[in-house]
């Protein structure tokens, strides 16, 4: 069975602070997919990014870059110099792959962390 | 590009009632998913829709159903309503070939 652990419920930093969000996963399966969702306060999902189980190469966009090591099973998450707008539950998600003729993945979500910015 | 669409924003329904929720996928986008979200369970996998067939099926009860139509619009539907069915209830699609699934904004069901 697949399983998504996010074990910071809650953080608080101060603007311009770095902040780094912990994801740690389990599968059964050689190939999976790891993503990251934002779910600001409105409450739609919003994609931020998804890695291939075969690609460890870090990533970095903007403010944001993502950390993937397989040996630990992890894939975290870092905001650089956080904004007030950063504030948000931030979902972490994996998904296998099935091969399906085109089929969507099923993703399984950890509990979220909910960021908070402070001015 | 349309984003995914929920209808309705928001419901409030009596138990022992049935509700059925609608989801447009992006434009191109052939596969729907259905999320179940609430504060103790967290997201919850429903099912999953691709070309009008369910290609997986998460951990609900029968009450839980759904379908696709050939436009790749889906329905959700949930019968005998229960309060502990109230929940935000998000759709995704995604592109055949792509893995990102784009949520819509959801469907905040209550049940009184």
């Known amino acids: 069975a697949q399983k998504v652990t996010q074990a910071q419920t809650e953080i608080s930093v101060v603007e311009k602070e770095d902040v780094t969000l912990d994801c740690v996963y389990e599968t059964r399966d050689t190939t999976y997919y790891l993503f990251w969702y934002k779910q600001p306060p409105s409450g739609e999902l919003v994609f931020l990014i998804r890695r291939n189980s075969f690609d460890e190469q870090n990533e970095i966009s903007g403010r944001y870059s993502w950390n993937f090591q397989k040996s630990t099973s992890s894939f975290n998450f870092t905001i650089t110099a956080s904004q007030v707008v950063d504030s948000a539950v931030y979902f972490c998600?994996?998904?296998?792959?099935?091969?399906?003729?085109?089929?969507?993945?099923?993703?399984?979500f950890g509990k979220g962390t909910l960021l908070t910015v402070n001015p | 590009k349309a984003g995914v669409t929920q209808t309705p924003r928001y419901l409030i329904k009596t138990r022992g009632q049935q509700v059925t929720l609608s989801c447009s996928p992006i434009s191109g986008h052939r596969s729907v998913s259905w999320y179940q979200q609430t504060p103790g369970q967290g997201l919850q996998f429903l099912f999953e829709?691709?070309?009008?067939?369910?290609?997986n099926k998460g951990n609900f009860p029968g009450r839980f159903s759904g379908r696709q139509f050939s436009n790749s619009r889906s329905e959700m539907n949930v019968s005998t309503l229960e309060l502990g069915d109230s929940a935000l209830y998000l759709c995704?699609?995604?592109?055949?070939?792509?893995?990102?699934?784009?949520f819509g904004p959801g469907t905040r069901l209550t049940v009184t």
């Open positions: 829709y691709f070309s009008e067939t369910q290609r």
């Open positions: 998600a994996l998904s296998e792959a099935r091969n399906s003729g085109g089929s969507n993945y099923k993703l399984t």
């Open positions: 995704a699609s995604s592109s055949r070939t792509g893995h990102e699934q784009y």
